[in-house]
């Protein structure tokens, strides 16, 4: 049997993250698999294209997974730090570890989630990070509408 | 002007709550308003309706409330206090008060919340803690399903 390789995970949860940036929406993506790596749901941040605030990358992702009886054995892997609602998801529903691609332009709660027993890696992939600063460069607004805060002043 | 009641919003709440039953789903309910009263979206649980892991009451009133700039002047009302990923939407959408039927039958992240800003208004309503003890009883597995716990073993 092959080791899990967390890139490979990481590359299901970016394709969706490019899908998101092609339609003009937030380009953050997840998606939960057995700890085998067994693929369960994948999903994209839909605020922009389904004017759902809820569904961020993960919460579409755990949504797309259905119902199960727990979640102890799953990985959610998200290209970005989870904010406070999906680190929430994580932390309620006993998923027991996060694959992060980059925790550099975004910290939500995994330090939370890492003290509160989940397992933690972050990866810190570079084309996570250029596909969200590239977003936020261009689409300001629609960033920080999406997690609830205001859009800066600018000069 | 006359003042809020909270009992008056709870009641918006609540009768999702007994729609949530009535389907045979989790009886939990909620809605957003702005600070005035005046209601932006209302839902209920929808696990078993839909088959959606992701919508808890509080959720689905946000969802259904749709896009907005910021949440600081709403209330959150939810028949029952809000798990750590409810917890988490609020804190991450800086809603700034959250108005909870009961936090009899199950205690969520509405403490975390106080610490942490969030002004937290707990009635202690019997019908809502009602509501919760009975379906708790006939279906002890959808509603550990829901918070992502195991059912505990019975004699």
Chains 1, 2 share one sequence.
């Not at 749901?41 to 961020?56: L, T």
């Not at 932390?91 to 975004?106: C, D, L, N, S, Y």
């Not at 250029?130 to 689409?139: I, K, Q, S, T, Y």
Request: net charge negative; hydrophobic share 40%.
């Amino acid at each position: 049997m092959n080791p899990i390789r967390y890139a490979d995970l990481l590359s299901v949860a970016k394709e969706q993250a490019r899908l998101g940036a092609a339609e003009g929406g937030l380009p953050i993506g997840a998606a939960l698999f057995t700890a085998g790596g067994d693929l369960l749901g994948r999903g994209r941040n839909r605020r922009v294209q389904d004017g759902d605030p809820s569904m961020h990358a993960e919460t579409s992702a755990f949504r797309n997974a259905g119902r199960r009886p727990h979640y102890r054995d799953t990985i959610m892997v998200t290209t970005l730090s989870p904010c406070w609602y999906c680190s929430g998801l994580v932390r309620q529903f006993g998923i027991g570890h996060v694959v992060i691609g980059e925790a550099r332009t975004f910290s939500g709660g995994h330090e939370w989630l890492a003290e509160n027993g989940v397992a933690i890696t972050v990866l810190d992939d570079p084309e996570c990070a250029e596909l969200m600063e590239g977003f936020v460069r261009a689409h300001p607004e629609l960033w920080f509408e999406d997690i609830g805060a205001e859009t800066p002043a600018t000069e």
